[in-house]
């Protein structure tokens, strides 16, 4: 694992460039370009889009038309005069024949009529109920003026051309305006304009979508790298991308894990050295305790003083809990090892608490403890280890004795919580906040703690001037 973290180190290398640079390669910038090129389209689609419309309507216009027979409104306009000079001279028979066969070969399904120099309407094709016999010139004009606004697409053509002469009066011509192409109106142009706009709006849209998705993907791999643990229990590395503020993120993290697992290591580095330090010291303490109380047991035969011989008990007693501490020591170092070994198996501890009460019993009574036992007659199986529960037992009680003298009272009962039976040990002491002669670096409480997570049992603690309340709880 560490291999692969130098390794990661080698390929991506710290870099600090400068602020130009890095504000090139941050997020804010990459989104003003999108925000700016969104504004720039702006001004340069409105004209594209007008100039598209345009040559698409013509390409539209000069396509094959709806109607053969009228391609345009201007051909079918210039048609007509040219039928209207060919007449010139023509009689009213002639004119009339002519008028009926144009209808029928060029300028089919529309309204024809002529009208004389009298005024009298002379021919309809087909007959016309709206059209008056006689003409006046307000009538003419009212024609002429609806003709310019509404109705059918009209021509009118002076018969003979008109130019010299009108005196054989004019012909009109009138074909539905839905022959011809519609010319473009505001309204569709006012469409096409809001579709390209709605176009670019959704493009941006879109690429903001894309940018913001992926900023949120690198965002949640990140958490996911987080919030998963390598073989050594850290936070695996993550694969880092642009060099952007989540890029400087994901750097910054996997610096983070480089130095916890640094620190892990040199942790590890220092338990073992203390745990090697620990069992050394151990065994080479106990070879001089030996010879001291070999020397001691001579000493003690010898004609002494009682002022000396109460010397050499006080130097035995301080031997035993030199002794004591010893093993404590090694005990906590194969616990915080997971060296110890445990073999839990079910008890019945209310026997295991009996027999080393009575062990304790003449100590406690030397030392004028009241001791107080209620324990039931029924037995208390628990799941735990004979050997580390005498041994959990023995460091409450000598801590009792060393911490909670002055109290003169030791207590141990059973008793019901919510149906559950706890072992309950209690003292009258100081309590664990206040100092003690005897305080030590709270090694004895520390393995009484290991030992009752490695036999499953739940372990309370109250504290006060008035005592100590110790209880266990079997949780299996």
């Known amino acids: 694992m560490n291999r692969t973290r130098k390794g990661w180190r080698r390929l991506h290398p710290s870099s600090k460039p400068d602020q130009g640079g890095r504000f090139r390669s941050s ?25 598209i419309y345009s040559v698409l309507f013509n390409w539209g216009a000069g396509s094959k038309p709806k109607n053969a027979y009228y391609p345009s409104a201007t051909h079918t306009e210039n048609s007509w005069h040219r039928e209207a000079v060919a007449l010139k001279g023509a009689t009213p028979e002639q004119i009339s024949v002519h008028l009926r066969k144009i209808q029928q070969d060029m300028f089919p399904k529309s309204q024809i009529f002529w009208v004389d120099t009298a005024g009298l309407t002379r021919l309809e094709l087909p007959t016309q109920p709206t059209l008056p016999k006689q003409w006046n010139a307000a009538q003419a004009i009212a024609f002429m003026k609806q003709a310019s606004y509404e109705g059918p697409f009209t021509v009118v053509a002076f018969i003979g051309g008109g130019k010299n002469d009108v005196n054989q009066g004019y012909m009109v011509l009138k074909v539905p305006r839905s022959f011809f192409e519609q010319p473009p109106t505001d309204s569709s142009m006012l469409m096409y304009y809001f579709f390209f706009i709605v176009l670019i709006l959704g493009a941006f849209i879109s690429v903001s979508l894309l940018f913001f998705g992926d900023i949120r993907r690198r965002l949640l791999q990140l958490q996911a790298a987080m919030s998963q643990r390598g073989e050594d229990g850290l936070p695996i590395l993550v694969a880092t991308g642009h060099p952007d503020e989540i890029g400087k993120l994901e750097e910054a993290f996997n610096q983070m894990v480089e130095q916890l697992a640094e620190s892990r290591g040199r942790e590890r580095q220092e338990e073992e050295l203390r745990k090697r330090l620990v069992a050394d010291l151990s065994h080479d303490i106990r070879t001089p305790l030996t010879v001291v109380r070999s020397h001691l047991y001579t000493l003690d035969g010898e004609n002494l003083s009682s002022r000396g011989k109460q010397s050499i008990t006080l130097m035995e007693n301080k031997l035993k809990d030199l002794g004591s501490l010893i093993d404590n020591l090694l005990t906590y170092n194969l616990l915080s090892s997971g060296k110890y070994t445990m073999n839990n198996t079910p008890r019945d501890i209310l026997r295991l ?5 009575a062990s304790w019993y003449p100590v406690w009574e030397k030392e004028g403890f009241e001791v107080d036992i209620d324990l039931p007659e029924h037995s208390m199986v628990w799941n735990v280890d004979e050997q580390g529960f005498r041994r959990l037992l023995d460091n409450l009680f000598q801590n009792v004795v060393r911490h909670a003298a002055s109290g003169r009272y030791i207590g141990v009962q059973v008793q019901k919580d919510n149906g559950t039976e706890a072992l309950v040990i209690t003292d009258k002491g100081p309590g664990m906040e206040q100092q003690s002669s005897e305080k030590g670096a709270g090694i004895g409480l520390a393995i009484t703690e290991l030992l009752a997570r490695e036999m499953n049992l739940e372990r309370e603690i109250f504290s006060s001037s008035a005592g100590t309340r110790i209880r266990f709880l079997n949780k299996t």
């Open 353 to 357: 608490v009996r027999e080393c009460v």
């Open 27 to 51: 997020l804010l910038f990459r989104y003003l370009v999108i925000i700016v090129v969104a504004m720039m389209l702006l001004p340069i689609v409105l004209p594209a889009t007008a100039l």
